[in-house]
């Protein structure tokens, strides 16, 4: 194991002995994990649940449905959530798409390289977005990098400020067991630190589970 790798599998047992087990997604299905990845786009989850609410009280927590229902209706519903006008027309053109590709089962068939291609094919759908689903709905270990996880590798050192999404992808991806359960649990605990410790004004650096890790990963450098 590298000198990366170490450090990296140290992070993962710190931040897992701070907060213990996340099991994201909270989500029943892959449908409804889905939706919710479109749905927290630029919003807290808190949000989300509500929009998620409002189409689970509708029955419209199925892609087959979403399709067939009118833009201004899902508008409504997932008004919570914010923007709601762009991602009811994201979800719709997603969902039409998903039906049309002959459902998850179909997709499921494909490749996570060919599968990630589609899914960023679609309207409204990033990386961070695109890799999300392919995680937590289908299953496929690919790390997910959020604004989070930016900062807190840039804040340690651990990439360079310039880094980008696939650079700091490139550093989890590389250093660590390709495992769906791993990558999974690092993310969510990632964003638990993002969320409570590493904010972007005030950070709680003394109180930090990762106030021992604030160095380079590689010596004399930062890693990426």
């Not at 047992?13 to 213990?20: D, E, H, I, K, Y």
């Not at 099991?23 to 807290?44: H, K, R, S």
């Not at 410790?197 to 930090?208: E, M």
Request: hydrophobic letters at 45%; aromatic letters at 8%.
């Amino acid at each position: 194991m590298t000198e990366v790798a170490n450090i990296l599998n140290a992070v993962y047992n710190a931040l897992s002995a701070a907060f213990g087990p996340q099991n994201w997604w909270p989500a029943d299905g892959p449908e409804e994990m889905i939706i919710g990845a479109v749905l927290t786009q630029n919003t807290t989850w808190k949000n989300v649940e509500k929009a998620l609410a409002n189409l689970r009280d509708n029955n419209l927590l199925t892609f087959a449905a979403i399709a067939d229902t009118p833009l201004a209706e899902l508008e409504a519903l997932i008004r919570p959530s914010g923007y709601f006008r762009q991602k009811s027309q994201r979800l719709k053109d997603l969902a039409e798409a998903i039906v049309n590709a002959g459902g998850l089962a179909k997709l499921e068939n494909l490749a996570t390289a060919k599968l990630r291609k589609w899914l960023l094919k679609q309207k409204g759908i990033g990386p961070e977005t695109a890799d999300s689903i392919l995680l937590y709905a289908f299953a496929r270990p690919v790390f997910v990098i959020d604004a989070y996880t930016l900062r807190i590798g840039k804040r340690h050192k651990w990439l360079a400020e310039s880094a980008d999404y696939a650079k700091a992808q490139k550093l989890f991806s590389q250093n660590l067991p390709a495992e769906v359960r791993l990558f999974n649990e690092f993310h969510a605990l990632l964003v638990q630190i993002g969320k409570n410790f590493c904010r972007p004004r005030n950070p709680r650096c003394c109180d930090c589970p990762l106030s021992q890790f604030s160095r380079p990963l590689i010596t004399g450098k930062t890693s990426l």
